[in-house]
């Protein structure tokens, strides 16, 4: 079962190894790759999170997956987490220490929806506007919602811009639902 305080902790041990090894953007890597790996493959989340199979064959799977992809240290820390019977964690782990990275490093995830594929003046623009606002490098994801029918929405540390269509048709519908109307005759 995922933990936000065990994922936490963990990622703050790595962090702290990666630090004191010089190793920090390359231990960042890593677990971005770990977590991509674990998001996109449901079943391997069901492995680890399988208390029956034994953690030498979760280890020998980790092996396979990541032994020739991720460093030293991030190959010794994972077979740590499933000695101590965490594997399940691994994803929450891997996540909360790129959003640890980010904090140390001044990043911002600023994650932008589109109707249609935003151009490259586009997603300057955005990230020059956020970095403008938060006073920080941005590191900007993007997606393509043709329901939102045009426009876009960017969210960036709890913070949401809505311009999109979609929003200002629902926002009209009630806006005309209510009939405010009033007869002058």
Do not use: W
């Not at 995922?2 to 890597?29: C, I, M, P, S, W």
């Not at 199979?53 to 820390?77: C, G, N, T």
């Not at 904090?103 to 151009?119: N, Y």
């Amino acid at each position: 079962m995922e933990n936000y305080r065990v994922n936490t902790n963990y990622a703050k041990a790595l962090f702290l190894v990666a630090g004191d090894t010089d190793q920090l953007d390359a231990v960042n890597d890593d677990m971005r790759l770990v977590a991509d790996t674990c998001a996109e493959n449901h079943i391997l989340s069901t492995v680890f999170a399988n208390p029956v199979i034994p953690e030498h064959r979760k280890m020998a799977v980790l092996q396979d997956l990541f032994a020739a992809r991720v460093s030293k240290v991030s190959m010794l820390f994972m077979d740590f987490v499933v000695r101590k019977r965490r594997s399940v964690n691994l994803r929450g782990i891997a996540n909360a220490f790129v959003q640890l990275y980010r904090d140390h490093k001044g990043i911002v995830l600023s994650h932008l929806v589109t109707a249609t594929p935003a151009s490259e003046e586009v997603k300057k623009a955005v990230c020059q506007k956020v970095g403008a606002v938060t006073n920080k490098t941005v590191e900007l994801e993007t997606e393509v919602d043709p329901s939102i029918l045009g426009g876009m929405s960017i969210a960036f540390d709890g913070n949401m811009y809505d311009a999109r269509i979609s929003t200002a048709v629902a926002e009209l519908r009630r806006e005309f639902s209510k009939n405010v109307y009033e007869s002058k005759l």
